[in-house]
């Protein structure tokens, strides 16, 4: 489970590899997918995905639905031929809700992973190619950033800032590559010793080359990993800011959101309002812990069999 | 308001609904009296007949002897302190005061069943005589409650409560919820008790006669006689010091306001068992803040309450509340906002309980700030023509039916359609800007706006002239500006409102509305132009909209709309709006106040919204008379009128 | 060994003290002086001013972090004026009640999640594998206060076999032991953020071990699967468990937030919620630093117990 830290305890600590044996063999990545999909719940999980994907990007076409005018008097209808899934308190049709929900939840997800990706690897790569105190140092940052549980971070600026899907992304973002730098650092602390990087450097490699192309390219198996399980995490994330009463505000709306401010639907019979909602973010979340944990025991083959 | 702070309004509904912040204020008393309140129900025929009652109030039944009663408060929203001097960061949370009244008998109090106006049946005092050119006030007080050391609440009694407040206010104004610079208590030159049930004021400036009893005397829970034998100590078991002595009432008020601020003390201290009220308070549970208290067999009052116990308890959150409802554990709910409660409706009524609502006096508004200076918005906002098409685009009775579902009043101004009052204006009740999207946009166009519907609204016609945008706009100005609005894990309405507000007014005239939700105490402290603190923010917001405030039964807008008024959070600025809310509060005319609230609806100094509904729920066990449940949608409690059903 | 626990304990240490640091910037940033709880939105400059200055607000950030840090050293949290008790009577009124329902939902996972992962890695890839990785994923995936308002509707509110939340008695420990149906709900919802994770976990730390050479060994011995299984399998699989369970403490004071507010159970978390709400700073500061001291403590517990335990691991 490492990797699926429980909800708010961001430093469990990943396993991923700190190191492993290595041999250079190219079929690493065909093993790793060979393994990948003889994974039926991650095959499963990554049709989730891509279908979800579809549904909440290209559905809006098929099903267009008004989603920008309120009209309170058609609030809180239940479902019919002209609402499948009936309206909400803002008049708008819930069916095509998820859909644009689904957008921003997808959205906010990939924008905080990509974020924290970038951050967590650049400053892990920074720390493991350097070294010596500069490197414990910036890890004991890190640590301390570790120490803080995220929700806590997010509810604290999120008193004080807007909560947009780019300033809640930034702020997801910016406050999750921890885990990513620590992967990374420690891949590069493995593969710096390595033949094939003394090799580079004995022939001549620049130090920003030898990042490029030889070490980001090496660590990209635990990222890619921890990519998956960012996203599902920051869509909960998002999820209990809308329960806490910080999520997105009107005329963004995210799964999260939605199902946080449907609280009350669940006993006053308005189930529309949530269940349906609460369903998407479920699979959508599982999905992507599933291909997650799928991913990082197929690249566990392939560091295996190298 | 009231009170407030003086005066008027005094306290900030803020918070409204929930109530969760809201200073709420107590108000009134019923008065009434229960023989007529029970008439008026019997004739009526069915509750539903009122005019602004959601569904049903609870039926009469007959009164048992003995029982305990449950009352339910939300967390967050529980009593911040026991002693009847409430400071300016306490009364943040209304229930101080209800749970203080539940003790201690204020000297005013209302209101009387649906009229919004005092009910000296369930008052200490008796109506004030005014005279020496309303500087001489006479409060003569019924003679029938006792302390519960058996001495009788007297004359000293209401002397040594205002002591206190003096030597309170001179410390530090925020001492004094009910504060407003100038007044009470600063404006009283004298304080003497000629005889043993008579107290007499002289005040250093005239003030209008029906302000000084509605809006301070009355302010909620501002002026509670104390047991001025019992508490003129400055220590436990200290010497009793002469009060009257500012020296003396400094120390005594630093030792009762410490006490009554620690909540641990409540439970605990025998001095807060000397009480005048109904019930006198057993055990106060630190943890959560619930209570129990116990029928005080010395209660001067009438009726005498039935039953052995009132308690309070309290529930994490609305949800919760709900859910201990339909188990049958909770007797009478907390106010409800309307969009949680209302879909509960079918299964609370099978679980054995009434839901009813009407509106409280005050206003919802969402405040519009005249200083920020983001897309010029303070010019934009200064044109009264741009305050006048917002109101436009706002569609109320759309709002009522379906973010409502009809429980809340309309309201076009201070003071809304219901409940009634008798300084109501025509124009509260027939809007002077009805919702026509239309007109809004003509009203734009012929300023000089280039309206484009579902896009970016921006000035076309700079200039000061007719026809033209105003002063400070220059050409390509657009109309846009933030709103933040109360976060709805406190309150939902509020944020619906704001979400159909702004999508009506893109829609219809290209007018971009930012939206985000911030908590209450942020709303209130910083994004306060009246607030040192909130000067780092003041650009940060265009409105705001977190509840609305309460009004006083004289319904000034004074501390609101005034030059410098302590709630006048968005610095609204305006020499005839002054001078309306001088004569209310200075003049002598008693339709002062009607002539500013017509003001107000008129130049709209801020949007005024639907005045929602207090819903409560109560358990079919329990009856009561029909202005007792009348009181509660005014944040008020009058326990001695609840009794258990045989 | 003792040179490795020092160097361990120095640098949690330094890894606490930057939390306190760190979260102190945040919030002030955040928040600022909290002078206006204390003295009310109206009070004058000139009173702002004194009291900040008494107070120590109106010094350079880097100092008031010092002195926060310095008062946190000597458990000094400072003062809710929100609530006019001071922070260290608020967490000691509370901190019970939260270890009770944490301590409680993380044994009650411990149980569920170390025979289901021991058993998903006997018949891994099986049906059943499948199936309850399936449970578990969907369980972790799951808001939990979704999770507990769906169990509040069905267990309570349907079928009247719990009640929908703590009762306002149950103010002590003694009192949330004695009524365990009251704490059913809460320990359960907050245990399901838990399970998954846990379960997890185990079940990979045992497919790992049995791939080890004892186990092997001992299957060539000639020992019955049973024996095999539980001498081995799970004393060896188990280890691992120990750095889990010291790192999911924090989490579950995460969990508390969500699972007390839904259930009216009142604790930190309950405390940390509301004073989000009325923006009580020092009570979020403090709530802050002691899940990050947890956390710290929970790594370098972990890291210790694992030291400890397995031979196999070098110290440097």
């Known amino acids: 489970m490492e990797g699926v830290p429980p909800f708010g305890s961001p430093n469990i600590p990943t396993t991923a590899p700190e190191g492993g044996e290595v041999a250079l063999i190219t079929s690493g990545w065909r093993l790793a997918a060979h393994e990948f999909f003889s994974n039926r719940l991650a095959v499963v999980g990554l049709g989730i995905i891509v279908f979800f994907i579809v549904f909440c990007f290209l559905g809006p076409i098929v099903y267009p639905t008004n989603q920008t005018l309120t009209q309170p008097l058609l609030s809180d209808m239940a479902p019919a031929a002209a609402h499948l899934l009936g309206t909400d308190d803002n008049g708008f049709d819930e069916f095509g809700r998820i859909m644009v929900g689904g957008q921003t939840a997808l959205e906010i997800g990939f924008f905080a992973a990509f974020m924290a990706t970038v951050i967590g690897t650049l400053y892990g790569a920074l720390a493991g190619l350097v070294g010596g105190i500069v490197d414990a140092v910036l890890m004991r940052f890190v640590d301390i950033l570790l120490s803080i549980p995220l929700l806590f971070i997010v509810l604290i600026l999120a008193t004080r800032y807007h909560a947009t899907l780019i300033s809640q992304s930034l702020i997801i973002g910016l406050f999750s590559w921890q885990a990513p730098s620590r992967l990374v650092r420690g891949e590069v602390l493995t593969l710096r010793v390595r033949d094939f990087v003394t090799a580079a450097r004995i022939m001549g490699g620049t130090r920003r080359r030898l990042i490029l192309r030889h070490l980001i390219p090496n660590a990209l198996s635990v990222v890619i990993v921890n990519i998956t399980f960012l996203i599902a995490d920051s869509i909960l994330l998002i999820a209990y800011l809308g329960f806490l009463g910080f999520g997105l505000a009107y005329p963004t709306a995210s799964w999260g959101d939605m199902l946080g401010n449907a609280q009350d639907a669940v006993s006053s019979g308005y189930w529309w309002l949530v269940y349906p909602v609460g369903a998407c973010l479920v699979l959508v979340v599982m999905a992507c812990n599933l291909v997650g944990d799928a991913l990082r025991d197929a690249f566990d083959v392939r560091l295996r069999k190298r | 308001m009231r009170s407030s702070w003086g005066s008027t309004f005094g306290a900030a509904r803020w918070g409204r609904a929930v109530g969760r912040t809201g200073a709420q204020r107590s108000r009134r008393v019923f008065v009434g009296g229960a023989v007529a309140a029970v008439a008026l129900l019997t004739s009526v025929g069915s509750a539903g007949a009122v005019t602004g009652l959601f569904g049903a109030l609870p039926s009469a039944g007959t009164a048992a002897t003995g029982g305990t009663i449950t009352f339910g408060y939300l967390t967050g929203a529980t009593p911040l302190t026991v002693f009847p001097i409430t400071s300016d960061a306490q009364a943040s949370v209304y229930t101080s005061f209800e749970f203080q009244y539940d003790f201690w008998v204020p000297l005013y109090n209302g209101p009387d069943g649906q009229n919004q106006e005092i009910d000296y049946a369930v008052s200490v005092g008796k109506k004030p005589i005014f005279s020496d050119g309303n500087k001489t006030v006479t409060i003569p007080l019924n003679s029938n409650y006792k302390w519960s050391n058996g001495q009788p609440v007297d004359a000293n009694d209401l002397v040594f409560d205002v002591d206190l407040i003096q030597a309170a206010v001179k410390e530090t104004p925020a001492n004094f919820s009910s504060f407003t610079p100038g007044l009470f208590p600063q404006n009283i030159t004298s304080i003497s008790a000629p005889s043993k049930y008579t107290v007499v004021i002289h005040l250093a400036k005239a003030l209008n006669p029906d302000f000084f009893l509605n809006d301070e005397l009355e302010s909620e829970g501002a002026i509670v006689p104390l047991p001025s034998t019992a508490w003129n100590i400055a220590a436990a078991g200290g010497p009793h010091l002469n009060y009257t002595i500012p020296a003396n009432a400094k120390k005594i008020y630093d030792y009762l306001e410490k006490l009554g601020s620690s909540i641990s003390s409540f439970g605990t201290s025998p001095l807060w068992r000397i009480a005048d009220g109904p019930f006198v308070l057993k055990t106060f549970n630190a943890s959560n803040s619930s209570w129990t208290s116990t029928r005080n067999p010395d209660f001067g009052g009438s009726p005498k309450p039935a039953y052995n116990a009132l308690d309070g308890v309290t529930y994490t959150s609305q949800t919760a509340m709900i859910n201990a409802l339909k188990t049958g554990a909770l007797d009478i709910s907390t106010n409800f906002d309307p969009s949680t409660i209302i879909p509960q409706v079918p299964s609370l009524k099978a679980a054995g309980y009434s839901v009813y609502g009407y509106p409280d006096l005050g206003l919802t508004d969402a405040i519009f700030n005249f200083k920020d200076t983001t897309d010029h918005f303070n010019s934009v906002i200064a044109q009264p023509y741009a305050r006048q098409a917002l109101a436009y685009l706002e569609d109320e009775p759309a709002y009522i039916t379906g973010i409502f579902k009809g429980a809340a009043g309309a309201a076009y101004g201070p003071v809304p359609s219901v409940p009634p009052t008798p300084f109501t204006p025509a124009d509260s009740v027939n809007p002077l800007y009805p919702y026509s999207p239309s007109k809004a946009v003509a009203l734009l166009k012929s300023h000089g706006w280039n309206v484009v519907p579902g896009g970016q609204t921006t000035c076309a016609k700079p200039g000061t002239g007719a026809g033209e945008c105003g002063p400070g706009i220059p050409k390509g100005t657009p109309f846009k500006f933030s709103w933040a609005y109360l976060t709805p894990a406190t309150q939902a309405f509020e944020s619906v409102i704001s979400e159909a507000f702004a999508s009506e007014a893109k829609a219809a005239a290209g007018i971009n509305i930012a939206l985000s939700a911030k908590a209450f105490n942020f709303l209130f402290g910083n994004y306060n132009d009246a607030n040192p603190a909130g000067a780092k923010y003041t650009n940060d917001w265009g409105v705001e909209f977190f509840g609305g405030f309460t009004d006083d039964y004289w319904p000034t807008t004074n501390s609101l709309f005034n030059t410098g008024g302590t709630y006048n959070q968005g610095d609204f600025d305006n020499a005839t709006m002054n001078q309306l809310i001088h004569n209310s509060v200075y003049g002598t005319s008693t339709s002062a106040v009607t002539q500013e609230a017509s003001y107000v609806a008129k130049t709209v100094p801020a949007l005024f919204a639907p005045n929602p509904d207090l819903v409560y729920a109560v358990s079919n066990k329990i009856g009561g008379t029909a202005a007792s449940w009348f009181a509660l949608t005014q944040y008020q409690t009058f326990p001695e009128y609840w009794y258990v059903k045989k | ?316």
């Open chain 3, 1 to 316: 060994m003792t040179g490795y626990i020092i160097r361990r304990c120095v640098a949690a240490v330094i890894i606490a003290i930057g939390v306190a640091a760190v979260s102190y910037a945040l919030l002030n940033f955040a928040g600022g002086s909290p002078v206006y709880a204390a003295l009310g939105t109206h009070a004058n400059p000139k009173a702002v001013a004194q009291w900040n200055r008494v107070h120590g607000f109106d010094k350079p950030l880097i100092v008031q972090i010092g002195n926060y840090v310095w008062n946190a050293v000597q458990l000094k949290f400072g003062y809710s004026y929100k609530q006019g008790q001071s922070v260290a009577a608020l967490l000691d009124e509370n901190a019970g009640r939260t270890a009770y329902l944490s301590g409680s939902a993380l044994v009650l996972a411990l149980i569920i999640a170390l025979p289901l992962g021991i058993a998903q890695a006997v018949k891994r890839n099986s049906v059943s594998d499948y199936a309850a990785t399936a449970i578990t994923f969907t369980l972790y995936s799951m808001p939990a206060f979704f999770l507990g308002l769906i169990l509040i509707q069905f267990f309570a509110l349907d079928l009247h076999i719990f009640p929908p939340l703590v009762s306002s008695n149950v103010t002590s420990v003694w009192a949330s032991f004695t009524h365990p149906a009251q704490l059913t709900l809460p320990i359960v919802t907050l245990a399901a953020l838990t399970v998954a994770g846990f379960s997890r976990y185990m079940r990979s730390s045992a497919l790992d071990a049995l791939a080890q050479d004892y186990i092997r060994l001992a299957r060539a011995k000639g020992l019955s699967e049973r024996v095999v299984l539980a001498r081995h399998l799970v004393r060896n699989a188990c280890l691992p468990m120990i750095t889990l369970v010291g790192l999911a403490i924090p989490g579950l004071l995460a969990g508390n937030i969500i699972t007390e507010t839904l259930y009216n159970y009142p604790g930190l978390g309950l405390l940390f919620y509301n004073a989000l709400q009325g923006l009580d700073y020092p009570v979020l500061l403090a709530y802050t630093l002691i899940g990050g001291v947890l956390t710290v403590t929970g790594n370098l517990v972990a890291d210790i117990a694992v030291a400890a335990a397995d031979p196999r691991i070098r110290l440097g």
